[in-house]
């Protein structure tokens, strides 16, 4: 196909099947999520991070592949600059545990 795809265009840009596949899976999946993360969402992730550390990938089946591993893993990463910006902590998001923002969302859940 991308061979097709040379031909009409006359580029000389070809993109390989690896680079078609991943674009497929993080962008152009309809089965794939875009829109904003919901609460119950943040709580799976969270869980998942406590139950499987940072594999995104256990997590992801968690949320039964309707984001991609470099959401989960960005959204993860948000929730600790925003419990470190709420909390005024002086520590950087890589040293915030899925425990501590496991207990966070608890508390946010808790004021709801």
């Not at 139950?51 to 309707?66: A, Q, S, T």
């Not at 600790?80 to 950087?92: N, P």
Request: charged share 35%; with cysteine.
């Amino acid at each position: 196909m991308s061979q097709e795809f040379y031909e009409i265009s006359g580029k000389k840009f070809i993109r390989s099947a690896k680079v078609c596949r991943e674009h497929w899976n993080t962008h152009l999946d309809p089965t794939i999520l875009k829109c904003p993360w919901s609460f119950n969402e943040d709580l799976l992730l969270v869980k998942g991070a406590l139950e499987y550390g940072k594999k995104w990938v256990r997590i992801v089946e968690l949320l039964e592949h309707k984001r991609t591993e470099h959401d989960v893993k960005n959204r993860f990463f948000s929730l600790c600059g925003k419990y470190i910006k709420m909390k005024h902590l002086e520590r950087s998001k890589e040293d915030i545990e899925a425990d501590e923002l496991f207990e966070w969302l608890k508390f946010l859940e808790q004021e709801i």
